[in-house]
């Protein structure tokens, strides 16, 4: 049983996402909030897998709400699906940096916020390349050459894993990156896992912005050519 969170300002919204997904009979809704501080206290007191975010919320907005819910030790193992109308990217940009797992516009179709929640509550992220590349953009736009971090834990990366890494930053799926290296969809799956492990990254969302903010990617670079295998 998948256990969510609605956490949005408007009452009519909780109310359509809870009718969605309690019709669902692997999913449950645990609680509702109606404000950023409440998501937080409710995150931790409901016991849920999934949290459904808004953004803009009185009192602490869902940037906020979700730094403090991925930062929290004791919310390991939440994961935050940011709810967005698309006209603000950088705040969609912000919520990813901030540890969400991905993004759902609120006219989502019934049938893909059930399957948004489940693959988030999987351990993946939910970003399409498309998606991927957009938030990218908007992500380079508002950085600068000097907000290039250092990243000690990239040597701790394999060459495979660097090359792992680049490829998710480009929007790839793992079987995308599988048919790109001739391995199979669980060998690919198993480098992405690793590479998130060691560089700390909650899920394939954290990958990406890291890559970016590393230096490892950089602006408008475009995808390698296939190496030898």
Known sequence: MIRVLLADDQALIRAGFRMIIDADPGFEVAAEAADGREAVDRAL???VDVVLMD???PHMDGIEATRRICADERLAGVRVLVLTTFDNDDNVVLALQAGASG???????PAELVTAIRVVAGGESLLSPKATRGLISAFVAQSRPSAVAKLPA???LTDREREIMILVAHGLSNDDIATRLFVSPLTAKTHVNRTMTK???RDRAQLVVLAYQSGLVLPGELLPEPGPS
């Open 199 to 201: 560089l700390g990254a």
């Open 55 to 57: 953004i803009r919320m």
């Open 103 to 109: 993004f759902l516009g609120k006219n989502v179709h």
């Open 154 to 156: 990239l040597d701790l």
């Open 45 to 47: 007191t409901a016991r």
